[in-house]
């Protein structure tokens, strides 16, 4: 079964650097992802898909804070220079031939 | 521009049927699939459905089969989702997606199902 796994929280302080964790299920972590960002009060937003190579192409207008890497079947998502306006719930997913699959998403406060 | 635009959503009682709209502009629609997706009060975002480029394959997450029915128009550059029998726990935004990796989202729309 395709599965995602993230943490439901994390922080880091302004001007810092985080790095969130997408773990992908046995059997699966050849699987691409993608990294989406919702703030509150606001839609979600798409922030980059990220290949099993570690190879990744991001949304338009999405800063070069953002960027992903892979090891295994992790997936993750940095962001550098931490500004105050990152602090929201940040969902990976991932598709298979009849399915798409959100993680459960990781809150991110920035202290 | 290019956007998704979504509309449709409402107050329906438990049992009652609403129809969701996604109105694209800006891109080649008939070049993209489309998802519904979902995100309940304090809640994570849930995919519903898909819809191929010409619409021949549709695929829906288990909760909504027989229930919910994905379709679109390529002349009318829209997807639509046919929701019958709603539920309590059908009660989210939906939101409108572009491509199996979600590269682009609408602003969304907002299901209550109440009595």
């Known amino acids: 079964q395709l599965v995602l796994t993230q943490s439901p929280s994390a922080s880091a302080s302004l001007g810092a650097s985080v790095k969130l964790t997408c773990t992908l299920s046995s059997g699966h972590s050849n699987y691409a992802i993608a990294w989406h960002q919702l703030r509150p009060e606001r839609g979600p937003r798409y922030l980059m898909k990220l290949d099993s190579d570690g190879s990744h192409s991001k949304g338009d207008g999405i800063p070069d804070r953002f960027s992903g890497s892979t090891s295994g079947a992790d997936r993750y998502l940095t962001i550098s220079s931490l500004q105050s306006e990152d602090e929201a719930d940040y969902y990976c997913q991932t598709w298979g031939t009849d399915i798409r699959v959100f993680g459960g998403g990781t809150k991110l406060t920035v202290l | 521009e290019v956007q998704l635009l979504e509309s449709g959503g409402g107050l329906v009682q438990p049992g009652g049927s609403l129809r969701l709209s996604c109105a694209a502009s800006?891109?080649?629609?008939?070049?993209?699939?489309f998802n519904w997706v979902r995100q309940a009060p304090g809640k994570g975002l849930e995919w519903v459905s898909f819809?191929?480029?010409?619409?021949?394959?549709?695929f829906y997450t288990d909760s909504v089969k027989g229930r919910f029915t994905i379709s679109r128009d390529n002349a009318k550059n829209s997807v639509y989702l046919q929701m019958n029998n709603l539920r309590a726990e059908d009660s989210a935004i939906y939101y409108c997606a572009r491509e199996a990796w979600v590269d682009m989202w609408g602003q969304g729309t907002m299901v209550t199902v109440s009595s």
């Open positions: 800006g891109f080649s629609f008939s070049d993209f699939e």
């Open positions: 819809i191929a480029s010409y619409g021949t394959t549709v």
